[in-house]
């Protein structure tokens, strides 16, 4: 199963990304992944893998998404 690897201020974690179903990012302490920063949108971002490809899409973010310090569109 592919992994999501998060950096936080104490230390980084490894998200396994469920097969077929969203694996959500942002404040709202209901996202899969919380990320308490004024920065982060309340749902910022969506992973998800199926059939052993894996994607991210931005979810209308105020501040966008990076990967790898590239922008989402």
Same mark, same amino acid.
């Given at each position: 199963?592919?992994?999501?690897?998060?950096?936080? $201020?104490?230390?980084?974690? #490894?998200?396994?990304?469920?097969?077929? *179903?969203?694996?959500? /990012?942002?404040?709202?302490? $209901?996202?899969?992944?919380? #990320?308490?920063?004024?920065?982060?949108? *309340?749902?910022?971002? /969506?992973?998800?893998?199926?059939?052993?490809?894996?994607?991210?899409?931005?979810?209308?973010?105020?501040?966008?998404?990076? /990967?790898?310090?590239?922008?989402?569109?």
């Amino acid at each position: 199963m592919p992994a999501l690897f998060v950096q936080y $201020a104490d230390g980084a974690k #490894a998200v396994e990304l469920p097969e077929g *179903r969203p694996l959500y /990012v942002g404040r709202d302490p $209901a996202c899969d992944i919380v #990320a308490p920063s004024p920065l982060i949108s *309340r749902r910022q971002a /969506v992973f998800i893998s199926k059939g052993g490809l894996s994607g991210i899409k931005d979810l209308d973010s105020n501040n966008g998404t990076l /990967v790898n310090g590239e922008q989402l569109f």
